[in-house]
């Protein structure tokens, strides 16, 4: 793999990065920007990983040793550490100053990997949240950045480089083993809404993360994914077919139209148990005193597919705001489910979550962490399960 190491004061943890990837039975190759030259040394990488580094695009010996076309045909994963708001710019724009950038745009952004590192107000700006997204929208994955106290000391919040444990770990994921190679999944994310008129809903707050991370976990470990989405702010997820449904009949309806071939579900989706009764054509107006509105049940899609004779391997989730154990191990047998993952409902829209993994078999796994690791915890469990 590639090492692009930019110019910032995070750079100092590519060189502990670069220690753990050869660690763990990586070949890693450095290619460094002149900014990173004043912070680190190339010889330092060269220690470390036991090959030429590339600093000089324009350096004659370099480009015949091994060009930097060479360099990224070889690579498999080009990790990019720290990621600068500079280097994103550049990725970005396609400007090919410099053998890091030169060597990266020769590769597939599917293939990149980057971990951001900056001052927390340069990671808010507006210039570096587009960039970000542009370049995940391309394809490319990233790490962190982390939370925490800045290199200034006084400064705290996002922009820290993930630590080079966290690093190694998420390139382990993209180079390891795809243990769901070619297998055609289905997961479901966000909430839905259930319309009274044409600008009146019932819904929950729901952001439709977890089911995001869901799939993209499910993409990097080599599925078939297809995300069923009820409304929600999120980036679209590169590699993954992705529907957008608004209402609980509309997400039961897609369901089944996707549900060929498919050898898991998971129903990651906040869907509303009731729907009113009758839908209004035109925008209610209001009324003196009180009103009184009917509602009637939704499908339950998930018990739908768990009274099948044949099922895919079903996953379910449980968000409680109280006898969260309980109330998932009946919905785990009332369903018919192989898996449930419970979780508080009060954790609605953050990043961190805590869970709960119940098996049908008996299985238990308590866990916190970022919906990407809960996503992947999942799929750990569903792959124990799955039939060869
Ligand atoms: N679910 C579903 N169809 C519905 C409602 C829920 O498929 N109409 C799925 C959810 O996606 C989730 C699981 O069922 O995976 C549990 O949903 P939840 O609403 O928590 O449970 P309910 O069975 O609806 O029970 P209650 O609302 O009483 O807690």
Known sequence: MLLCVGGGIAAYKACETARLLVKAGAQVRAALTPAAQKFV???????????????????????????????????????VAPATANLLARLRLGQADDVAAATLLAIEPRKWLLAPAMNEKMWASAAVQENLRILRERGARVVGPAVGEMAERTHVGPGRLAEPEVIAAAVEVLLGPH??????????AGPTREAFDPVRFLSNPSSGRMGFALAEAARDRGAQVT?????????????????????????????????????????????????????????IKKKEGEEVVRLVRTPDILAGLGARPQHPLLVGFAAETENLEENAREKLAKKNLDLIVANDAGAFGQEQSRVVILGKDGARAELSGSKLALAHAVWNMVRERLPR
């Open 179 to 188: 243990d769901f190679e070619g297998v055609p999944v289905l997961v479901t």
């Open 41 to 79: 040394s190339p010889l330092t990488f060269q220690a470390l990983t036991g090959e030429h580094v590339a600093t000089d695009l324009f350096s004659a010996e370099q480009e015949l040793a091994a060009g930097h076309i060479a360099l990224s045909d070889w690579a498999e994963l080009a990790l």
């Open 227 to 283: 995300l069923i989405s009820g409304p929600t702010e999120l980036p679209p997820v590169s590699g993954v077919k992705q529907v957008g449904v608004v209402s609980a009949e509309e997400l039961a309806k897609a369901v089944d139209e996707h549900l060929d071939g498919v050898r898991v579900v998971v129903m990651a989706a906040a869907v509303a148990d009731q729907r009113p009764a009758d839908r209004a054509p035109q925008k």
